[in-house]
């Protein structure tokens, strides 16, 4: 007999040799019906592999992540067959799961796949999927396998079969397709009942330029008609909130092929948008004791061959600049810390001195491949909200909460209420991608896991996913879609400092290293306002918006008139513009409507009359006409009620 122990803690014993189908079906038959794959040890594994000790057990449903990426690897292995069924010849690269569907790169030889063909590979997908046929894993001899994709004429298996091991090679077969694969996999095909391809797209074999290009192709499944259905009406919803399309549509910001790929221009309004997000954080950090900084934007080589980071990421940053002086190498600063490490050295700290926080609004540049370049998302310059606090040993777990309480500020501040955080950890078995002694690492660790318990944080534990210099404390939001977002970052770093030999004068007289935490609520501004315009969907709340309000006159008659209501409203710090165009004012509404301003001020001859406007407000239409103070009063108040004090 063996040890099971289930997610709830309870421990149940079962023959050697039980399948995770069989521990399912001991406890539901219900369940086991939804049984997509088993979680052994933390391995994902065939729902149907014996276990033989005893073992940490999870079964995976639709409702897993694991479970999703198991039913999705599957799809792709039935996309294959059909696609095999309907184009015979055709060979196969890859065909992984990923965070929204799947996608398998084929080349199909001198044909080229295009969309009409969508409907046709999808009615053949569901086709295969109701003869239920179960996918079998077998384990083959590298000879065999290599002869099977000899005859099948598969130089792309072939290739990927160079790098396997003998004794390490399994197939799973699923109808009539046969795919080299480690798996796992659903037990049966059944299991799909809906299907979308998404799109085809240019993809090079092994991600190497001068490889073949094959065709990828985009597709997504679902366990109900009704699932798939919800997923491509919030498609439609996040085309409609796309911040590259908002960001034109409301004149936030733009790309120039001149400028260069991946650098934005940040437009007038784009501009009020980023300068009130950064005084908004300008004041909390005030508050929170920080000195702001400002450093270059070009550094010597050397500072980041001290820093370890030209080692790590030289080859992946833009490429030195080279000045008439012989030997003499700058680059584009691609991170602040080592700048602010060498303003720490700039006179000598004593323990009183400490903490000492240092934050710059700092420009940064790294070289990001043009295909992976989206939007405001992924860029080659960004500007961080970066800050860097030096403190002693006894001062990090204080520290690192009082961060913690400036991140949630600055989402509930914005909106973001739902977040997780991710504690990422390093790799225990791939310690040499790190630098840095064992024993720092299990202190910087050990108070990251401790800060985020004492703050109730919910958080999940990701080993390999820390900084090459020490580990973090990343902050997950779901957006308006439900879709997941990286944002702020808190990361423990012993190493920088010892690298940049920083020192304190201890209590004890003595010479100290101190500790460095970097921190970033935003991360970086550019992917920060694009997700905030994503969730928001470019309404944004009123102590934001670029412009908050829009004087409308009905005629050049009432232009005097909205000159001096515009002029009482700028005293009062409330932003906009008057609309003097020679237009009909349901024209002029209309247009502030799809510029989203959040008030539009109506001024004609009653108004003016009585020293009145007619407000409109987006979302809730007509107010009805008031005193231009009784507006302000509410305009303040809505102000007031969006930020929450620090």
């Avoid at 609004?361 to 939007?375: A, D, K, N, P």
């Avoid at 515009?566 to 004012?585: A, M, P, S, T, V």
Wanted: aromatic share 10%.
């Amino acid at each position: 007999m063996i040890k099971i122990k289930l997610p709830d803690g309870s421990v149940r014993e079962y023959a050697q040799g039980s399948t995770g189908m069989d521990i399912a079906l001991s406890i539901s038959e219900g369940l086991a019906r939804n049984v997509l794959a088993a979680k052994v040890n933390g391995k994902v594994v065939d729902a149907s592999l014996p276990i033989n000790e005893d073992s940490d057990f999870q079964l995976l449903t639709w409702n897993d992540l694991d479970g999703k990426a198991t039913f999705w690897h599957s799809s792709a292995h039935l996309m294959a067959e059909a696609i095999e069924a309907l184009y015979p010849g055709t060979k196969f690269g890859i065909g992984p799961a990923i965070e929204t569907g799947f996608y398998y790169d084929i080349d199909m030889g001198e044909k080229t796949l295009s969309s009409e063909e969508f409907k046709k590979i999808e009615d053949k997908m569901l086709e295969l999927a109701r003869q239920k046929n179960e996918y079998s894993r077998s384990a083959v001899s590298k000879e065999d396998a290599i002869k099977y994709f000899e005859e099948k004429g598969d130089e792309y298996k072939l290739e990927l079969l160079e790098g396997l091991e003998d004794g390490s090679i399994t197939f799973y077969q699923q109808g009539n397709f046969t795919d080299l694969c480690r798996g796992p996999h659903i037990p049966n095909t059944g299991f799909v009942k809906a299907v979308k391809l998404m799109s085809v797209a240019g993809a090079y074999w092994r991600g190497d330029i001068s490889r073949k290009q094959m065709t990828r192709v985009y597709a997504v499944t679902f366990p109900k008609q009704k699932e798939l259905e919800e997923y491509l009406t919030l498609l439609e919803e996040a085309k409609r909130r796309d911040h590259r399309k908002l960001g034109k549509e409301l004149e936030l910001f733009a790309f120039s092929e001149k400028v260069g790929m991946g650098l934005p221009l940040w437009l007038p309004k784009g501009t009020m948008l980023r300068e009130r997000l950064e005084n908004f954080l300008r004041r909390a950090q005030v508050r929170a004791g920080y000195s702001p900084v400002i450093t270059p934007h070009i550094a010597s080589k050397e500072l980041y061959v001290t820093s370890g980071h030209y080692a790590k990421y030289g080859a992946d940053s833009f490429q030195p600049i080279h000045t008439p002086d012989e030997g003499e190498e700058f680059f584009l600063k691609p991170m602040n810390c080592p700048h602010h490490c060498e303003i720490y050295k700039t006179k000598p700290r004593s323990y009183r001195d400490l903490p000492l926080r240092l934050a710059e609004f700092g420009t940064v540049y790294r070289y990001e491949q043009s295909g992976e370049l989206h939007g405001l998302t992924r860029v080659r310059g960004f500007t961080q909200d970066d800050a860097h606090i030096f403190c002693r040993p006894d001062q990090v777990e204080d520290e690192f909460m009082k961060v913690i309480d400036l991140v949630i500020y600055v989402f509930k501040a914005l909106g973001f209420d739902n977040y997780s955080a991710q504690i990422s950890l390093r790799d225990p078995e791939n310690k040499e991608k790190y630098i840095g002694k064992d024993e720092d690492w299990d202190k910087a660790e050990a108070a990251i896991i401790k800060s985020a318990a004492a703050k109730g944080l919910p958080t999940v534990v990701e080993l390999g996913e820390a900084a090459f210099y020490g580990p973090k404390l990343d902050f997950m939001v779901k957006d308006a879609l439900g879709r997941k977002w990286q944002l702020g970052t808190i990361q423990v770093d012993y190493q920088l400092p010892q690298r940049f030999e920083l020192e304190y004068t201890g209590s004890d007289n003595q010479k100290h290293c101190p500790v460095m935490i970097h921190r970033a609520p935003f991360g970086s501004l550019e992917r920060f306002i694009a997700i905030l315009i994503e969730n928001t969907a470019g309404n944004f709340p009123l102590w934001l918006s670029p412009e908050q309000l829009a004087v409308l006159p009905i005629s050049e008659k009432y232009e005097d008139y909205a000159n001096e209501v515009f002029l009482r409203l700028q005293e009062q710090d409330l932003r906009g513009y008057i609309d003097h165009r020679d237009e009909k004012i349901g024209r002029k509404i209309r247009d502030a409507e799809v510029n989203k301003l959040p008030f539009m001020l109506i001024v004609g001859e009653k108004e003016s009359e009585q020293g009145m406007v007619s407000v409109r407000k987006k979302g809730e239409g007509d107010l009805g006409m008031m005193p231009i103070d009784e507006f302000i009063k509410i305009a303040q108040e809505e102000v007031n009620k969006n930020i929450v004090k620090y």
